[in-house]
């Protein structure tokens, strides 16, 4: 049984690049939720994703988009990297959108900004 | 706004010995406590969870405890081992019903064989 898959596991990009993280989620799931990770941290929900929707945002800029395709995988975007996007991005899967849905998490993309 | 407090920020204990970290949330609608366990260079594992119509959970070593009326819930766990040393965190969820988790600060275990 796959869990949650992320890649690439690490990626270092420059100010003002763009970058694209991918995420396959556990086998049976069709909800995707990202997070971002700064160093001593706890996750901070990004958005979430539903029926190849974007359900809700967290407090991040329009930077920050994604989309999320038939087979459930998904992908967030980054555009305009400044410094302060460096963190582990961490996707999460759950069966069903709603609150109460266990969410499993993948080990991360860890993304430095030079 | 939403807001999840986790003490202690750092625990150390004897292998054998019981640790215990607290959380505090702040919106009373919040009805699902999730815990996850980091280890380094890996991404948050679940390890038990606890939903607001029930009060306590246990699994083996691990329990967990939930006051809805004083907004905090607990994570037990007995008879550590170094295994066990890791980054642990609270969440909670948001009153949007989106599956939001609002995570806490984490806590450091350490134990010590």
């Known amino acids: 049984d796959a869990g949650v898959t992320q890649s690439p596991t690490h990626l270092i990009k420059t100010r003002g690049q763009q970058v694209t993280l991918r995420c396959s989620p556990k086998?049976?799931?069709?909800?995707v939720s990202w997070y971002q990770q700064a160093l001593g941290q706890g996750p901070q929900f990004i958005f979430q994703?539903?029926?190849?929707?974007?359900?809700q945002r967290g407090n991040f800029p329009d930077r920050f988009s994604g989309h999320q395709f038939p087979n459930y995988s998904s992908e967030l975007n980054v555009n305009a990297l400044l410094l302060g996007d460096s963190a582990l991005y961490l996707c999460?899967?759950?069966?069903?959108?709603?609150?109460?849905?266990?969410?499993?998490f993948g080990d991360g993309t860890r993304l430095s900004i030079l | 706004g939403e807001n999840v407090e986790q003490h202690p920020s750092t625990l150390s204990v004897q292998e054998g010995d019981s640790a215990v970290i607290k959380c505090t949330y702040s919106?009373?609608?919040?009805?699902?406590f999730p815990w996850y366990k980091q280890e380094l260079g890996k991404g948050p594992q679940l390890i038990i969870d606890?939903?607001?119509?029930?009060g306590e959970k246990k699994d083996q070593r691990i329990a967990v405890t939930l006051n809805k009326t004083a907004k905090h819930f607990s994570l037990h766990i007995t008879e550590t081992q170094p295994e066990d040393s890791a980054v642990y965190f609270c969440?909670?969820?948001?009153?949007?019903?989106?599956?939001?988790?609002?995570f806490g600060q984490g806590t450091t275990l350490q134990v010590k064989p």
């Open positions: 606890i939903r607001s119509n029930v």
């Open positions: 994703y539903y029926e190849e929707e974007e359900r």
């Open positions: 919106d009373s609608a919040s009805n699902y």
């Open positions: 999460a899967s759950s069966l069903g959108p709603g609150n109460n849905q266990p969410q499993h």
């Open positions: 086998s049976g799931h069709d909800t």
């Open positions: 969440a909670a969820d948001s009153s949007s019903n989106t599956g939001k988790l609002i």
